[in-house]
């Protein structure tokens, strides 16, 4: 299916999508096998898609075709590999394009990138934008785009930076995708400001599930999100409670995504880390609500 099918408006329920990431150091392809055991396990929740996501220089290129491969062929889920141009030539990129055309991809996440230290960058294409336009010019694939609800970590204000997403979706971006937040207000507000400013696609929220203190702290700094004040504290009291914090991280999400469904989203999106039993515990408990 592709992404218009997915999040069309026909679709009552919610479409449920995961992210996972080749795994990294695999030498004897134990953690590719691990992933797919995980995958398996969130199969019962009927996942409408799974996206793969790609190094920024292109550096686990080969990874990803092979898991977007399986995820198709053994799992019969639409796969979504992501892809990054800020390293990449126009001709490779076009290489890369046939090569999904070809495996009978018919979806793609389209991005920039983070801006590489010590490397060199191509400047083929500037901005993800670009990028879109051009895949929208070179291939048949439904596209999607990232979007930031608190605000991507380089853009003076949030304003400029829904000026930019707009151009994404000009250019032909069909869904967003957003960046894991904790409060649910910051997608609301953001979600408010995109139909102001024209942008009427499904914009469908990542969430991320917190199991570990540690992960957390990284992935907030890095990523340029707000750990709500009350989250933190709780957190901080029992960083070294691994359970407690599992439990809580699962009870967090479960409410974001309650409130979500409730509010309309067309999908959830979930961080999965490569994991299982955080988001199936979610989702465990969103149906058996939902049908109680
Ligand atoms: P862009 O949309 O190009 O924006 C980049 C910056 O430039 C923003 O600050 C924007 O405001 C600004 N900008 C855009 N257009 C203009 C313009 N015309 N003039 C001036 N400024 C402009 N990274 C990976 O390496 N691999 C992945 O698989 C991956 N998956 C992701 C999935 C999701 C859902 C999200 C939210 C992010 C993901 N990222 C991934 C991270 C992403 O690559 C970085 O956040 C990157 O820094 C920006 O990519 P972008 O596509 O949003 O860039």
Redesign the pocket.
């Given at each position: 299916m592709n992404l218009r099918e997915i999040y069309s408006t026909e679709n009552k329920e919610p479409a449920i999508s995961y992210?996972v990431?080749p795994p990294k150091d695999d030498v004897d392809g134990t953690k590719l096998e691990n992933l797919f055991v995980e995958l398996k396990k969130l199969l019962i929740f009927n996942p409408s898609l799974i996206?793969v996501?790609?190094?920024?220089g292109g550096s686990n290129r080969n990874e990803s075709v092979e898991i977007i491969k399986r995820i198709k062929n053994d799992l019969k889920v639409t796969p979504m590999p992501?892809?990054?141009c800020?390293s990449t030539s126009r001709a490779n990129i076009k290489i890369y394009l046939n090569t999904l055309s070809a495996l009978g991809v018919k979806n793609i996440?389209?991005?920039?990138?983070?801006?590489p230290e010590n490397k060199e960058i191509c400047h083929d294409f500037?901005?993800?934008?670009e990028l879109i336009e051009y895949i929208k010019q070179e291939s048949n694939l439904s596209t999607a785009?990232?979007?930031?609800p608190e605000g991507?970590?380089?853009?003076e204000s949030i304003d400029?930076?829904i000026e930019?997403?707009k151009?994404?979706v000009d250019k032909g971006a069909e869904v967003i995708?957003?960046?894991l937040f904790f409060d649910n207000e910051h997608y609301f507000t953001f979600v408010e400001k995109c139909n102001k400013q024209g942008i009427h696609i499904p914009i469908i929220p990542?969430i991320l599930p917190v199991t570990n203190y540690t992960t957390l702290s990284k992935m907030a700094s890095l990523?340029k999100v707000e750990i709500p004040h009350k989250m933190l504290e709780t957190l901080e009291k029992h960083k070294n409670d691994k359970e407690y914090i599992k439990k809580y991280g699962i009870e967090y999400a479960g409410i974001q995504c309650k409130k979500l469904i409730e509010n309309g989203v067309k999908g959830l999106?979930f961080y999965t880390l490569n994991k299982s039993y955080a988001v199936s515990e979610i989702l465990k408990n969103i149906l058996y609500t939902r049908t109680n």
């Open positions: 992210e990431f996206s996501t790609y190094g920024a992501h892809f990054t800020v996440l389209a991005l920039r990138g983070d801006m500037k901005y993800a934008s785009a990232a979007g930031y991507h970590k380089e853009c400029k930076d930019y997403l151009q994404k995708y957003t960046q990542g990523c999106h």
